[in-house]
């Protein structure tokens, strides 16, 4: 099996990402060091430089790594370190106060709270296990690395330089002990047990914790605890007798990390809470809504105003055709409709055909199919009237006598007023038509508009020319 998915089981999976990068270090060897790679052999008796170069830069990879290695460890090392002096703190705090005057309510919050203290504890038992075992990966890692690089190369100078520079160092993890952490984990933890509060006089099953696990359970009878067994020989039989009901099983809770988000006070009041989210809210940026739609009225808008407007014949049959159609899909109508049958006229289509046939009638299509040769021919007659114009206006300018000037600029500028005005009427007609336009027609129309509207901006130039 391949040390590289060895490495990842035998550390710790929370903190994979932390791991010596074993397998980029092997591979950068293999690259390096491989014979068969088109690299310049090295002269018996002489240093191979590009090997001196890889190995110092395999080096320098290596110390990175270690100082890495080295600040997680000692980031974790320190963070338990610092949540066992917190619970030791708590825990003498809460020990100090009296509890011959304690009522029922508050030794059960008294018994909650070390149950609590006392997971706390467990966890940071479990890490500093885990931090010790994270180590030792690591300095097999670094081991079987060196080894590789040895059994590649020959070489056993990379071996004895780091071990010198970098393993041999006493700050090093690799050598840091975690003894100390594990005796004031036991310390903390024999403080706890032997200060675990009882319950004097039990009023009812419920009023035992049901969150304490089974090595504090036993502190609930007065009769098997030797602390407070003359206070126990005070009370009624009856009371002594009393058998506390066994806790429910219930599943663990998840491990977490002491922070200071949800443990930072000891101090206040017990009283749970719970954050609600709301999970139908929307995820969008606050304000987003309320700006798209002051913008959307005025999109809607100039939208309608560019949109052709279909005419009723020209609209599809069925009134749900306007909503999005899926393949196959022929109507939307829903089973209450279809219940309904043809008693009444309210279930006809009110969009499309304003009559109740599948067709229009023969008078409605005869009218439009002449309103739509009045306009085509309209557009012809208007565009020949425009350029007969034009060509009228250049006739007057160019054979007109000095002294009759003023009569013709007049008949040239009425000529150029009534050329535009065809022209315009032309450009009307062929955009209120309904049928489908051809491009080349449109195109051909906005070209006759065009060149109408430039002629006659020439004239209208040549008559201010000629005004004296």
Known sequence: MK?????????????SLHNLDYNSLKHEIKVHTTRDQAMAMAIPGHQDEALSRFEDGLFNELANQHERLHLFVSSKADEISRR???????IFRWIRKPQDQMTTDDAIKYQRRFAKYERELVRCGGDIQALSRFTNAQVVAFRKILKKYKKWTGSTTLTSRFNDIILSDPKSFTRRDFSQLQER?????????????????PSSPESVPQSLPNSLLHSFNPSTNG???????????SQSDFEILPPPQMEEAPTKYWNEYDDGSECGSDDRYAIYIYPEDSASFPGLEYVQGFFKVPFEKARNWLKLDKQGERQ???AASSLPRQYSSTTNNSDSDEEGGYASSDGYPSAGYAA??????????????YRENVFFWGTIGCFAASFILITIDGVLISTGKHRLRTEVDAGVTIGVVASLFSACSALGMMMYRNDPLSLPYRFMVW???????LLNGMLLVLVVGNTP
């Open 227 to 237: 602390l407070h067994g003359s206070s126990a020989r005070q009370q009624p039989q």
């Open 3 to 15: 040390f590289g998915r060895q490495l990842e089981r035998e550390s710790v999976p929370e903190w």
């Open 316 to 318: 599809s049959l069925l």
């Open 447 to 453: 070209a006759a508009f065009i060149a109408s509207c």
């Open 356 to 369: 109740h046939y599948a067709l229009p009638s023969v008078s409605q299509q005869l009218a439009s199919r």
């Open 84 to 90: 066992l002096e917190h619970l030791a703190k708590s």
């Open 185 to 201: 984990h036991d310390e903390i933890y024999c403080t706890l047990r032997t200060s675990a509060p009882v319950l004097s006089e």
